[in-house]
């Protein structure tokens, strides 16, 4: 056997083991999902409005802060094994809007900035939660911010506008999934004011609609099948878009409402659980540092939830964190002062003076950033890649970077 040809049969072997050995590392927590095209038993997707890296980087910054260092104190979700990259961009823009991406992820084709659940062409496009449930899922659709607005409704909802809000309401009852949950409705009785309430137009066709924890409990007691849970400060009355009133008192928090979910789907059937934190994007907009760390600390809330159900199912559960765009353009930095620590005690101390009302006018805020070397730079979403955060069955297929569009085929193990 000649020299070139013994490295061309040793190159072989070496090529044969190295395949198998990528093999056995694909395979590795892979379990019993994901090689035979089932998707997991169990999913959790969240999806933080808004949220790029540094939204994230910018909450672990503040935790340290808090505990006397300047590290990054982890949330639970930056601690998952498998860690992705989804573009964002839409059907007709760089930088694209919440139900575009809300589009992208749920139904995994682009459309244009304002549509939701249709393509450019006007075609209704199908969610991976209706595809679910034809295969025998339990559904729950939860956000911190209205039920219709442009996320969640991107997972039940087909409109060529998503501030068709009383008509994206209207779609909840066709959709027949078990457990919707938000702050209340935007348009409660139309943008006139005059049509049926969404309790009434809802409880007409079927659902159960909860303001608040003792309808909740009562509900439960009824034996509801379908339940819309709603915040008990916004029974009856439209929610204000870009503003969530938080009433200590009755306010139901994201882990507890996450837990009322889990609660009614149970576990004997298999179920997909989509949860929206909304807020980060809309404090974003308004480049309050402090309220997008807190919603930020919020989600972390819920995906501890689900984090500690993994625990109990781990072979069956995948948890995914992502986001649908970046807002704000926030950097850990800023020109006024380079390469020097974040102030988070300004802060922190003048939003605790605010009383959490979270009030400042945009040129306080502004001052108070700069001076904090928190750096924003739009008002508006950005175009960049937002990070995909995986734990569980199938997570390693969430590694590397992709479109926002292949997480849906992802999930599904397509
Ligand atoms: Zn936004």
Known sequence: MSKVRKSTVAGIICGVLLVAACVVIANMGNHNAGENGKPAKYIFLFIGDGMGATHVAAAESYQSYLEGGHGFRQVSFSKFPVLGMATTYSANKNITCSSAAGTAISCGEKTNNGMLGINPAGDTLTSIAKILQERGYKVGIMSSVPVNHATPAAFYGHNSSRHDYYGITEEIPASGYEFFGGSGFIDYAGKDGKKTGSEELLESQGYTVCFGK??????????????????????????????????????????????????????????????????????????????????????????????EFYRQHPDETLILVTADHETGGITLGSTTKPDDNLQWALLDSAWKADDYSNTLDYDSNRALNESAYIGWTTTGHTGGPVPVYALGAGAERFGGRYDNTEIMRKILAE
């Open 214 to 307: 003792k309808e909740y409990d009562e509900a439960i007691r009824n034996g509801a099948e379908h339940i819309v849970l709603c915040q008990e400060a916004y029974k009856g009355i439209s929610t204000p878009t870009y503003t969530v009133k938080a009433d200590p008192e009755s306010t139901i928090e994201s882990e507890d409402m996450m837990k009322r979910c889990l609660e009614f789907l149970g576990d004997e059937k298999p179920f997909f659980i989509m949860y929206e934190q909304g807020e980060i994007d809309w404090a974003a907009h308004s480049n309050k540092t402090m309220p997008m760390v807190e919603s930020v600390q919020k989600l972390d809330d819920a995906v501890e939830v689900a984090v």
